[in-house]
């Protein structure tokens, strides 16, 4: 997926949505974004302003941070993420747009989708006392040089792999007959790290955003669990300068709970000896859901979905062929 101007998704099934007249009725998605979808009042004013955050899986998180509880500098609502939304929920944005104080959005493009879900589209809902603040969509590949995250083409028709929806250029090179990528070059490993920086800099430049490329390298494992799951740390720095910009006191704090806690990836020994980390940040396994997944279970059911869909692994190779020559250095 072309990460300028469109939030990098990571799809999580949700139940069913169904017109509904009343809570009881509702679906459980409609019951989890209640404020949204009218099942419950805004939260009341009390002279703090009312935000939401928009974006892809990031974007709750932010909102937590921003303001869950009566201590905070805000008020918030739960909205979808953009990539959930259909055109029957755009009324309800449109009605809540109006209450909103404060918008903070990640960078999507005009027409997203096919609906009218820009983030310049939706700022032009709000009222004129509101104030809009930009985030990047946080993608590091530097703790995770092999996986890659592919939507072009064949890939976008095939879907996410299963269990685990990140490609690794080492199991699509098994699955292309190209051999296996073993051990991971140092220099290579690093490269992709300063690259990926380099890359969200670019994107927080382009869009003037809040600054986050900064806060990586300092947080070391933790922060990403996945290529585009930042971890606490980066996640409540970049909040503490949403904050400054608005003007409020920059004082968002860790919640006391890992977020974006769904799945985590393995670290490579190898990535750890590249990038300085302690011997001890590697992980060997998954982490889905709660529970311990290897990785050999992951490749074996990449491997399969790779030959159901002949082709799609070469393609994968193709498209990520720089990465995969920094990979054998």
């Known amino acids: 997926m072309t990460v300028e101007h469109v939030p990098d ?8 949505d169904h017109p509904a007249s009343g809570f009881a009725e509702a679906s459980g998605r409609r019951r989890h974004y209640d404020v949204f979808y009218g099942l419950a009042p805004l939260p009341e004013d009390d002279g703090r302003p009312c935000a939401i955050v928009l974006g892809n899986c990031q974007a709750e998180s932010v909102r937590v941070l921003l303001g869950d509880g009566p201590a905070a500098s805000v008020r918030t609502v739960r909205v979808p993420p953009v990539f959930e939304m ?16 404060i ?22 809902l709000l009222s004129e006392r509101a104030r809009v603040v930009r985030i990047p969509p946080l993608r590091y590949a530097g703790l995770y040089p092999r996986h890659v995250i592919v939507r072009s083409g064949p890939a976008g028709e095939a879907g996410d792999p299963p269990l685990a929806p990140y490609h690794d250029l080492a199991t699509a090179s098994m699955a292309a007959g190209r051999g296996a990528i073993d051990r991971v070059a140092r220099d290579g490993v690093r490269t992709i790290a300063e690259e990926s920086i380099a890359e969200l800099e ?8 809040v600054l986050a490329s900064d806060l990586l390298l300092p947080a070391g494992v933790e922060a990403a669990h996945t290529l585009n799951h930042p971890g606490n740390p980066v996640l409540v720095g970049m909040v503490r300068r949403v904050q400054a910009r608005l003007g409020l006191p920059a004082d968002a ?8 806690r769904s799945i ?13 980390l302690p011997a001890g940040a590697a992980r060997e396994g998954w982490s889905i859901d709660g529970g311990p997944v290897s990785d050999e279970a992951v490749r074996e059911a990449h491997l399969g979905w790779y030959a159901e ?9 193709e498209v990520r062929a720089r990465t995969v020559a920094l990979l054998h250095g």
């Open 9 to 16: 998704e990571t799809p999580r099934s949700s139940p069913p």
């Open 86 to 101: 259909g055109a029957e929920d755009l009324p309800h944005l449109t009605r809540l747009l109006g209450h909103v104080d």
């Open 103 to 124: 918008l903070v959005a990640q960078p999507v493009r005009e027409g997203y989708r096919g609906l009218p879900l820009g983030t310049a589209q939706v700022s032009r």
């Open 202 to 209: 670019r994107r927080e430049r382009e869009h003037d955003t």
């Open 253 to 260: 704090a860790d919640p006391g709970r890992t977020l974006l």
């Open 264 to 276: 985590y990836a393995p670290v490579l020994p190898e990535t750890c000896r590249a990038l300085g």
């Open 309 to 317: 869909h002949p082709g799609l692994a070469a393609h994968v190779l």
